[in-house]
């Protein structure tokens, strides 16, 4: 008999499960479709070149106008072998085509994950789903705009640093250098590949990309009681030897760019903390006007000193 109970209970629990997975199948065919609709859509051509190429042309443009200001006023990349050049504008069509679609692979997320939360979960958890796109792509634009013009001039700026430099010790031994030079040096030119100079590129955007995430992370962490405004504040020391650490490996050594990332990344966590502490005040909001917590109550200590003194009486 209770064999039986048991496996009709199971029975009856595999209903929900397998309805589950078909509905997460759903969600997952659907985010697919369009991320491959967004794919297609950087091989479309405009003025006879793919949207991808435009795009390439575009993250590839801070190496282009570095080695324009450099003097170079034909600069070109190359790329090796026969498959490169196509991988590349796959690849940037896939970045971009996530990006193009992630609009609609979180609304996939959302109706599949909202069904089984709370009214206010639900309210506390969409802010953070529209708010995390929208850091990172301030974020990249930061990398695009600010982060890999100043990499790209003081990586590419070692050869026309150790020309200068070059020239003035040339100068000083009255062309004995330069005579050297001539005879032994070989020619040493930039000949960069498409490939390899937009990986730097990319690199650099998802790295602040996710940086920028570093806001919605801890407020998410504090509307969920893992973190509080306090907690990081005490910490905030050896957050700035994080952050610190953090700029040495994702950027080149140098200084500047490296002292931008610190500036801007310690700024966020000095905001998150703000951010926090906004949450915490709401939430004791909240508590008070449910009747939980009072202005008038006193210290929970002294007053179980108070029902102490009171039972000795």
Known sequence: MSTSDDTDEIEASS??????????????????????????????????DFIAEHVMNFLLNPVVQTLRDLGDENPALQFTAPQEYLFTL??????????????????????????????????????FLIASPAMFFLGASFAQLVVTPLAMTFLLGFADASSFLTNIVSTATNGAVEAVEKSNAATITFNGKVNESLDITLKFIMAFGLCFQLPVLLTLMGKAGLVSAEGLGNVRKYAMVGILVLAALVTPPDVITQLILFVVVYGLYEISIQLVKRVETKREAQLRADGYYDDEDEDPTIAEMGDEDEDRK
């Open 15 to 48: 209903a929900p499960l397998i309805e589950h997975l078909a509905e997460l199948r759903t969600r997952l065919i659907r985010s697919v479709l369009a991320l491959l609709v967004a794919i297609t859509f950087f091989f479309i051509p405009i003025q006879g």
């Open 90 to 127: 796959f690849r940037v069509s896939m970045v971009g085509g996530f990006a193009l679609a992630f609009p609609v692979i979180g609304f996939q997320m959302w109706r599949f994950v909202a069904p089984g939360l709370y009214r206010q979960e639900k309210n506390a958890f969409l802010p």
